[in-house]
């Protein structure tokens, strides 16, 4: 899309071209195309922005990383609202967009006859990365008569020769004119603006489309922005075009951008000396402690801070350094120390002190037992209960001590503490005793039985579990329950015996009576069995030896003989263990007189004879048993 210029410009620029022997216009100039303009993609004038606003569309020149120098005419009556600057070759599909957060103009600006045709626009947030800007024409550098004929870089929006709008396109001229005179110029090709550098279009120039875009000088090697495209001759765009002067304009552009020594910068790209230091605009890095850049005196020169400047060190726990003759002076650490000892304290090199809560209950004693156990809220030592030094004892006296606690003084012996219903009474020895006391006791073991001297005898349910008894040893052990004697568990009198009679006395308790001697009491497998004086007596023993010495015979009633291993390592006869049932011989004994080697000396063939005598005889009493 081009731009389209108001009717009223184009009706001025057309009078200008007729005052110098011009003809008639067809103002149709939305046709025309920028004369011998070329594709524009280099990384160097990604720079040059396209400009959408509600009127239309204009061009501009990045300066710094949140500025765009453009044309007055581009943004007069405009609000940062309506505008979006695309970064980008085409202006209709844009690499990048940003918002403009506030608009200048210069405040001289004259519509009618484009004098002081130059505004810029503040992004709302910084120019995407990897685009550099480029600087303005400063005034130090600036365009006279003697730059005539010298080259121009044209870069802008405007339409190509095949009606094609919208892409970013350059063209080369050189300066024909330069006017500075305050009340205008009278060129051989028409009337030119104060403050402006003109040119014919020949062999290439700039068109609507282009308006606000960058006429680029070079200075020392350098690419500078030295106009901003502003008018052309006519609709066709013919005969010569003018853009504004920029280094005319140094001081409002610096006011405006900021960058001069002094102004204020949060980041290097905004300062002209590309230095930001205590945060202005510095002629150096200025890094040397104390050393500042933002004296009143002279900011934006790097000077000895005066004495009690803070040079802090980023620790905050080891004091506030200040500056003193030049030198960063060690500050007093703080004092972290609050006095609570519901607070952990500690120091943060980012944050200084820190405060932490103990875990609530943390004990906060103050040492004084008489106003109880104080302990940690929240962060807060939350007073405890007050300590209950009453004994209910008229006989003593009743205080607090705060390091001992309570503490109790016997009274007077004899001081009368108040008989009552309950007879006279007086204290001895710290307690109080009746004279003749009164008889409570109701014979009921479930009741705790008393005197109160003003009720006389009280008698109360016992605690529940309380032993008690019903004189009965048949119902288990008795315990009162809500003041009533309640029979426990029965006794269990059953002695496991077939011999005997099981019975149980109110008084005595569990009674055992023997069963006639003779009487059958079973055997099992093992054989019959009768009483004998209550006991069950097997009247003959089956017989369940196995020979086996490393097993234990025997006659179970159930399950009849029964053979059980012995532990293994037992003895089982001369120099014999047993193994998994069996008895094996020591490798070296031998039955030879002598040559047992198990004890040592050896064993005589007539001691191995009175050891089988023996070992039989054993064995014969196990089997009666």
């Given at each position: 899309m081009r731009i389209k210029l108001t009717r009223f410009l184009l009706v001025f620029l057309a009078s200008i071209w007729l005052g110098c022997g011009g003809s008639d216009l067809?103002?149709?100039?939305?046709?025309?195309?920028?004369?011998?303009?070329?594709?524009?993609?280099?990384?160097a004038h990604m720079a040059v922005v396209s400009l959408s606003y509600a009127d239309g569309r204009c061009s501009g020149t990045l300066i710094s990383r949140a500025v765009v120098l453009t044309a007055a005419h581009c943004a007069y009556g405009q609000s940062p609202g309506s505008y979006t600057v695309g970064f980008g070759d085409n202006w209709y599909s844009p690499d990048h967009v940003r918002g403009v957060s506030e608009i200048w103009v210069h405040p001289r600006y004259d519509p009618d006859n484009l004098v002081h045709d130059i505004?810029?626009?503040?992004?709302?947030?910084?120019?995407p990365a990897g685009i550099t800007p480029i600087p303005y024409l400063p005034e130090s550098l600036s365009i006279t008569d003697s730059d005539v004929g010298i080259n121009l870089e044209f870069v802008g929006f405007g339409t190509?020769?095949?009606?094609?709008?919208?892409?970013?396109?350059?063209a080369n001229n050189q300066i024909n004119w330069v006017c500075t005179n305050s009340g205008g110029c009278n060129f051989p090709a028409g009337w030119g603006s104060y403050n402006t550098i003109c040119h014919d279009q020949n062999p290439g120039g700039i068109c609507f489309g282009d308006s606000g875009g960058p006429a680029f000088v070079i200075r020392n090697d350098r690419e500078y922005v030295g106009g901003i495209a502003s008018y052309v001759l006519n609709e066709y765009c013919t005969g010569f075009a003018c853009h504004g002067k920029v280094d005319e304009?140094?001081?409002?552009?610096?006011?405006?951008?900021?960058?001069?020594?002094g102004a204020p910068c949060t980041a290097e790209w905004e300062c002209d000396s590309g230095f930001c230091a205590s945060g202005v605009c510095c002629e150096s890095v200025c890094t040397d402690t104390c050393m500042a850049c933002d004296?009143?005196?002279?900011?934006?020169?790097c000077q000895v801070a005066p004495n009690g400047t803070p040079c802090p060190d980023l620790d905050a726990c080891n004091g506030t350094e200040v500056c003193l003759l030049e030198e960063c002076v060690a500050g007093e650490p703080p004092d972290c120390d609050d006095d609570n000892p519901c607070t952990n304290e500690t120091c943060n090199p980012q944050d200084g002190c820190v405060y932490e809560f103990v875990p609530d209950g943390t004990s906060c004693s103050n040492l004084d037992l008489c106003d109880g156990e104080e302990t940690c809220q929240d962060g807060?030592?939350?007073?405890?209960?007050?300590?209950n030094c009453d004994d209910n004892n008229l006989c003593t006296t009743d205080g607090c001590d705060p390091q001992t606690g309570c503490r109790y003084q016997n009274k007077p012996d004899g001081m009368d503490c108040g008989g009552g219903l309950c007879g006279p009474a007086a204290c001895s020895g710290g307690e109080c005793e009746y004279e003749d006391s009164l008889d409570c006791d109701d014979g009921d073991p479930c009741t705790a039985d008393g005197c109160d001297p003003a009720v006389g005898c009280l008698s109360q349910p016992a605690p529940d579990g309380t032993p008690c008894t019903d004189n009965d040893l048949c119902n288990g052990d008795d315990t009162c329950k809500d003041g009533v004697?309640?029979?426990?568990?029965?006794?269990?009198?059953?002695?496991?015996?077939?011999?005997?009679?099981?019975?149980?006395?109110?008084?005595?308790?569990?009674?055992?009576?023997?069963?006639?001697?003779?009487?059958?009491?079973?055997?099992?497998?093992?054989?019959?069995?009768?009483?004998?004086?209550?006991?069950?007596?097997?009247?003959?023993?089956?017989?369940?030896?196995?020979?086996?010495?490393?097993?234990?015979?025997?006659?179970?009633?159930e399950l009849g003989c029964t053979n059980e291993s012995m532990p293994d390592g037992s003895a089982c006869g001369v120099c014999g263990n047993c193994t998994d049932s069996h008895c094996i011989q020591e490798p070296d004994c031998m039955l030879v007189e002598g040559s047992c080697g198990c004890g040592g000396n050896g064993t005589s063939g007539q001691d191995l004879a009175m050891f089988l005598i023996a070992f039989g005889l054993l064995a014969a009493l196990m089997r009666k048993r």
């Open positions: 067809d103002i149709d100039f939305m046709s025309k195309d920028i004369l011998h303009g070329t594709p524009d993609n280099t990384q505004a810029m626009l503040r992004l709302s947030s910084e120019a190509t020769e095949t009606g094609s709008a919208g892409k970013k396109l350059t304009y140094q001081a409002e552009i610096r006011d405006f951008v900021g960058g001069i020594l004296l009143p005196s002279d900011p934006g020169r807060i030592c939350a007073a405890g209960n007050t300590l004697c309640v029979a426990g568990q029965a006794p269990d009198c059953d002695d496991r015996s077939a011999c005997t009679q099981d019975d149980c006395d109110p008084h005595t308790g569990c009674v055992h009576t023997n069963l006639p001697d003779g009487m059958a009491c079973g055997g099992g497998t093992c054989g019959e069995a009768s009483c004998s004086a209550g006991q069950c007596m097997q009247d003959g023993r089956m017989v369940c030896e196995d020979d086996n010495p490393c097993t234990w015979d025997f006659c179970d009633s």
